[in-house]
């Protein structure tokens, strides 16, 4: 099959065959095609989208462009979540642990930082030692022995997805609803989890910018998931805001362990037992307040984050860091964002944030980039706050004084203020079942 006339196919607005969609996904899987036409073909498609045929095409053929893991090796039902993305979004590194603790099993494969948005895998690969690349053997062995294990794609799982995803995060071609939806729900089926609990992101933070295309994308995934036979859920969740105070890798490590604590933000932690309670509710240990109250209970005695220190040890990390997050070194330099007025914070364009913690090193800007483990944002103030002139509204963090000029006046220009109080989004927007 020739690649190129595939390009020119989609380029011209024609949907393409299954066999087309296949070879794609194998091309990419194989790296036999170079990444400047797999990135031209994903410009045609955030140009000219794909149907509802080619999507689940898609969805199918980077699931099986590796393994499919088997996880009847491990006891008990299988849980599993996914976020379409959101910036300071931590949730995995909380839910994770407090759905292992309360007996479900978390066998969960994530990924890298996208866009503006970040990633667990970077995340976690801020912890000295930590693994995120395991074959699937290991990955069982895990989830058996501790409860829970997230992973990152292995070269033997979903690597289409890996080798797209990847593609996409720097060619400006994340945000279409049948790309983000084939990359999620291909990671999902291959992932071999039981009860699957998506959560959506809406806002100005997040790839769907607003509910209704939120929940066109949600209600497109929970189709895909029941259509595999799984148990699924998406929450719709706001994310015009970032998510709890820290955005960066080791920052938001960090983060996760105060609010495995019990002395997180209050949004983070809202989310986090939210999703927890629908992974335990699909499994089966009770009913949705039953299921909360069990997740809340597992951070008062401390079993989560006991949880949490024992998945990074099994996975190779220097537990001491979730221990002590005093560890984590701290970046070399820091800057004070001041309020130059006094007054409400109106609205925040939570992407710009995002881009701004990319640009402070949190992220990639092209695929072959480093990240910064200690880059990143402290916000101390948010939507609704009020704020004198003077008061720091955020704290930036990286490794090069030089980057803070132009970073500083981005975030500047992210944050809105209003002599009134703006009212406020709830944190969860919508349930798809
Ligand atoms: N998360 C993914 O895994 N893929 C996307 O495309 C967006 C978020």
Redesign the pocket.
């Known amino acids: 099959m020739d690649f190129k006339s595939i390009i020119q196919k989609k380029r011209d607005g024609f949907a393409l065959t299954k066999e087309e969609i296949e070879f794609f996904a194998f091309s990419a899987a194989n790296e036999t095609v170079p990444d400047y036409q797999l990135s031209a073909l994903l410009m045609a498609i955030f140009f000219n989208s794909l149907n509802e045929e080619e999507t689940l095409w898609l969805t199918d053929a980077m699931a099986r462009s590796g393994d499919m893991a088997d996880l009847t090796g491990i006891d008990g039902i299988k849980g599993d979540k996914?976020?379409?993305?959101g910036v300071g979004d931590k949730t995995t590194l909380v839910v994770a642990p407090v759905v292992a603790a309360c007996g479900v099993k978390m066998a969960k494969m994530?990924?890298r930082g996208?866009?503006h948005?970040g990633?667990t895998v970077d995340k976690l690969e801020s912890i000295p030692g930590f693994r995120t690349s395991l074959e699937t053997d290991e990955f069982i062995d895990i989830v058996n022995s501790c409860g829970l294990c997230v992973a990152g794609q292995s070269g033997r799982l979903c690597p289409a997805?890996k080798k797209l995803?990847a593609l996409?995060d720097v060619t400006a071609t994340?945000d279409?609803m049948p790309?983000?939806?084939?990359?999620?729900m291909s990671?999902k089926l291959a992932g071999g989890a039981d009860c699957i609990v998506l959560d959506v992101k809406c806002g100005s933070g997040a790839?769907m910018k607003n509910q209704e295309s939120a929940k066109a994308l949600a209600e497109k995934m929970v189709e895909i998931g029941r259509g595999a036979g799984k148990k699924i859920a998406a929450l719709i969740t706001d994310m015009d805001t970032p998510l709890g105070k820290n955005i960066g890798n080791s920052l938001e490590v960090a983060e996760a362990v105060e609010t495995l604590r019990g002395n997180g933000p209050d949004d983070l932690t809202e989310i986090c037992l939210l999703l927890a309670a629908k992974i335990l509710q699909l499994a089966g240990a009770g009913d949705f307040e039953e299921c909360k109250a069990l997740a809340k209970s597992k951070i008062a005695d401390g079993s989560a984050l006991k949880k949490l220190a024992e998945m990074v040890k099994l996975q190779g990390g220097d537990e001491n860091y979730i221990l002590n997050t005093e560890l984590f070194p701290k970046a070399k330099f820091f800057r004070n964002v001041v309020a130059e007025e006094s007054g409400y914070i109106a609205a925040m364009n939570t992407e710009g944030i995002g881009s701004v913690c990319v640009a402070l090193g949190a992220g990639r800007q092209k695929e072959e980039d480093a990240i910064d483990p200690s880059a990143g944002i402290v916000i101390e103030k948010k939507t609704g706050d009020y704020v004198e002139k003077g008061d720091v509204i955020a704290i930036l963090y990286c490794s090069d004084e030089a980057l803070f000029d132009a970073a500083e006046k981005q975030y500047r220009k992210a944050v809105t203020f209003s002599s009134s109080k703006p009212n406020g989004i709830p944190l969860l927007l919508d349930v798809v079942e």
């Open positions: 996914h976020s379409t993305g994530s990924g996208l866009g948005t990633g997805d995803y996409r994340v279409n790309l983000i939806a084939s990359s999620i990671k790839f």
